[in-house]
């Protein structure tokens, strides 16, 4: 499931848009300059023009009458006013438009887009959150000093029709009616009324509700009664009402089913099991007895733990800066490519090699101590930034190669299974964000500095069913996390043995 992974914006790989911004409103600013310098030219001479013409028109003959006159009116409707044509014709600002298409290979394309409708409608079913309130900044019961205008709640609904989401495209849709009509482009090309009534239309004829659909659809004809695609869909619907009702509506998605398990999951009234405990790790090393963790317990079938103040501020700063320049520069040599079928998991990475740097080699011996295991084998640290709305749906970390033999031959290459996840948090997140455990029933609010462990595998080495977890949809705030996947091979020592849970255990296969 993780190579599945999308390659959207992360909050951190979007900031330099906003210095594009910038850059293109101050070139769209230099060609209204280039604009307002012909235009000053146009009025400047039709001014000399105009006294000249008063002048001849106060007497024609005596005007006329003088050589010099007559000649230079012949001269001037003869010679100045195809000057005067080419000079209209000439283009404004070419150069203008040549930097606004220089720009462009930097602009978020298509897919950035959808991920980003994707991330604000899995904010919204995510968290249950009622439509009106998130278009007007009020996110889970927080009012943000932010709105939607009419044409982004436009993009969104188009979204969502196209991937064959009517029935919400309707309900974001009918908001726009509501709304204002304010958006930062000039009316010629901005979005029009009438392109928002037959977007809606189109919603309630893919929903099924033929009579809605026809009504605003007419109204559309009435708006623009030559149109003949209006006509042509009038007619379709027509037809469609004298039809039976297609029973199965296409509504749902593959991914239906995990974001379905995600709300549940994710669910703020959640709570952890009751009665567990704070305490001080002394012995998974020696070094410990020195300078023991604090740990809490998270829950204890299965067991997950969470230690605190495990990474320092600087520390933290550290990879977040070392992290944030490797995806930039990701993003602007080599434009990867964007897989926007499955949003399993919608963030950005970048893979720390822990030999690398001083600090990661400290950080993996913070790790040695924590877990007790040995890290010879394990990957590289994935540091993780979330995008608008980014989640990572439920999974399981390990292969299961113990019972999956097509995926075992790798596992020389790569150290064997993923026995177990450090998940480092970078970051608080101001909403959402949490790691939730859906089968366990465990729910964690990222805090900076600390760390959650888990193991993945069960003593006998195979997939532990109760570890599946997901990352809830960040609602707001710049997530970071980075994970340290444990794997098995260099353990065969070391690997403590659990305590078997009762004879029920879940196993695969
Ligand atoms: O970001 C999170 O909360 C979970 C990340 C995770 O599950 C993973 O990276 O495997
Ligand atoms: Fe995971």
Same mark, same amino acid.
């Given at each position: 499931?993780?190579?599945?992974?999308?390659?959207?914006?992360?909050?951190?790989?979007?900031?330099?848009?906003?210095?594009?911004? !910038?850059?293109?409103?101050?070139?769209?600013?230099?060609?209204?300059?280039?604009?307002?310098?012909? $235009?000053?030219?146009?009025?400047?001479?039709?001014?000399?023009?105009?006294?000249?013409? #008063?002048?001849?028109?106060?007497?024609?003959?005596?005007?006329? *009458?003088?050589?010099?006159?007559?000649?230079?009116?012949?001269?001037?409707?003869?010679?100045?006013?195809?000057?005067?044509?080419?000079?209209?014709?000439?283009?404004?600002?070419?150069?203008?438009?040549?930097?606004?298409?220089?720009?462009?290979?930097? =602009?978020?394309?298509?897919?950035?887009?959808?991920?980003?409708?994707?991330?604000?409608?899995?904010?919204?079913?995510?968290?249950?959150?009622?439509?009106?309130?998130?278009?007007?900044?009020? =996110?889970?019961?927080?009012?943000?000093?932010?709105?939607?205008?009419?044409?982004?709640?436009?993009?969104?609904?188009?979204?969502?029709?196209?991937?064959?989401? %009517?029935?919400?495209?309707?309900?974001?849709?009918?908001?726009?009616?509501?709304?204002?009509?304010?958006?930062?482009?000039?009316? !010629?090309?901005?979005?029009?009324?009438?392109?928002?009534?037959?977007?809606?239309?189109?919603?309630? #004829?893919?929903?099924?509700?033929? %009579?809605?659909?026809?009504?605003?659809?007419?109204?559309?004809?009435?708006?623009?009664?030559?149109?003949?695609?209006?006509?042509?869909?009038?007619?379709?619907?027509?037809?469609?009402?004298?039809?039976?009702?297609?029973?199965?509506?296409?509504?749902?998605?593959?991914?239906?089913? /995990?974001? #379905?398990?995600?709300?549940?999951?994710?669910?703020?009234?959640?709570?952890?099991?009751?009665?567990?405990?704070?305490?001080?790790?002394?012995?998974?090393?020696?070094?410990?007895?020195?300078? %023991?963790?604090?740990?809490?317990?998270?829950?204890?079938?299965?067991?997950?733990?969470?230690?605190?103040?495990? =990474?320092?501020?600087?520390?933290?700063?550290?990879?977040?800066?070392?992290?944030?320049?490797?995806?930039?520069?990701?993003?602007?040599?080599?434009?990867?490519?964007?897989?926007?079928?499955?949003?399993?998991?919608?963030?950005?990475?970048?893979?720390?090699?822990?030999?690398?740097?001083?600090?990661?080699?400290?950080?993996?011996?913070?790790?040695?101590?924590?877990?007790?295991?040995?890290?010879?084998?394990?990957? /590289?640290?994935?540091?993780?930034?979330?995008?608008?709305?980014?989640?990572?749906?439920?999974?399981?970390?390990?292969?299961?190669?113990?019972?999956?033999? *097509?995926?075992?031959?790798?596992?020389?290459?790569?150290?064997?299974?993923?026995?177990?996840?450090?998940?480092?948090?970078?970051?608080?997140?101001?909403?959402?964000?949490?790691?939730?455990?859906?089968?366990?029933?465990?729910?964690?609010? %990222?805090?900076?500095?600390?760390?959650?462990?888990?193991?993945?595998?069960?003593?006998?080495?195979?997939?532990? $069913? $109760?570890?599946?977890?997901?990352?809830?949809?960040?609602?707001?705030?710049?997530?970071?996390?980075?994970?340290?996947?444990?794997?098995?091979?260099?353990?065969?020592?070391?690997?403590?043995?659990?305590?078997? #849970?009762?004879?029920?255990?879940?196993?695969?296969?």
């Amino acid at each position: 499931e993780e190579q599945k992974s999308t390659h959207s914006l992360s909050v951190v790989t979007m900031v330099p848009l906003v210095n594009l911004e !910038e850059k293109l409103i101050d070139n769209l600013e230099e060609y209204a300059k280039a604009m307002d310098h012909k $235009l000053q030219n146009i009025r400047r001479n039709i001014q000399k023009m105009r006294t000249e013409n #008063k002048k001849a028109q106060l007497d024609a003959i005596g005007y006329l *009458s003088n050589p010099l006159n007559g000649f230079s009116l012949v001269r001037r409707l003869h010679q100045d006013w195809a000057g005067w044509r080419q000079y209209m014709e000439q283009p404004v600002g070419a150069s203008k438009i040549r930097n606004l298409d220089n720009l462009r290979s930097r =602009l978020p394309c298509k897919e950035d887009l959808h991920d980003a409708c994707e991330g604000l409608v899995r904010i919204q079913g995510n968290y249950e959150l009622n439509i009106t309130d998130i278009i007007r900044g009020k =996110l889970q019961g927080r009012q943000h000093n932010a709105s939607m205008s009419a044409i982004d709640i436009f993009a969104v609904g188009n979204y969502l029709l196209n991937t064959s989401r %009517p029935a919400s495209a309707i309900q974001w849709l009918q908001e726009v009616v509501i709304h204002s009509q304010e958006s930062f482009l000039p009316a !010629e090309i901005s979005v029009k009324e009438v392109e928002f009534l037959k977007l809606l239309a189109l919603a309630h #004829k893919g929903n099924q509700s033929f %009579p809605n659909a026809l009504a605003l659809m007419e109204s559309c004809l009435k708006l623009r009664p030559h149109d003949a695609d209006l006509v042509r869909k009038c007619r379709e619907i027509e037809e469609l009402m004298g039809t039976p009702l297609n029973a199965t509506l296409k509504d749902e998605k593959k991914s239906y089913l /995990s974001l #379905k398990e995600m709300a549940i999951a994710c669910n703020v009234t959640l709570k952890n099991p009751a009665g567990l405990h704070c305490f001080y790790n002394f012995n998974t090393t020696s070094f410990l007895r020195l300078a %023991p963790l604090k740990v809490e317990q998270v829950g204890l079938h299965p067991q997950v733990l969470l230690y605190h103040e495990v =990474l320092s501020p600087r520390e933290i700063t550290s990879i977040i800066r070392i992290a944030t320049q490797r995806m930039k520069v990701a993003k602007t040599t080599n434009k990867v490519k964007t897989n926007s079928k499955t949003h399993y998991r919608t963030a950005k990475y970048h893979w720390i090699v822990k030999e690398m740097t001083k600090l990661g080699r400290r950080i993996k011996r913070r790790i040695g101590d924590m877990t007790g295991f040995d890290l010879q084998s394990s990957e /590289s640290y994935q540091v993780i930034n979330y995008a608008i709305g980014g989640h990572y749906g439920p999974h399981y970390d390990f292969f299961n190669f113990s019972t999956d033999h *097509s995926k075992r031959k790798n596992d020389y290459r790569t150290g064997g299974d993923r026995i177990a996840t450090v998940l480092f948090y970078l970051s608080d997140v101001e909403q959402g964000g949490a790691t939730a455990f859906p089968t366990a029933r465990y729910i964690v609010y %990222p805090r900076a500095g600390t760390a959650l462990f888990w193991h993945n595998l069960d003593t006998e080495g195979n997939g532990d $069913l $109760l570890s599946r977890h997901t990352a809830c949809a960040v609602i707001s705030g710049s997530k970071w996390v980075m994970t340290e996947w444990i794997r098995e091979r260099s353990q065969i020592f070391i690997r403590p043995c659990l305590p078997r #849970k009762n004879t029920t255990s879940p196993r695969l296969g």
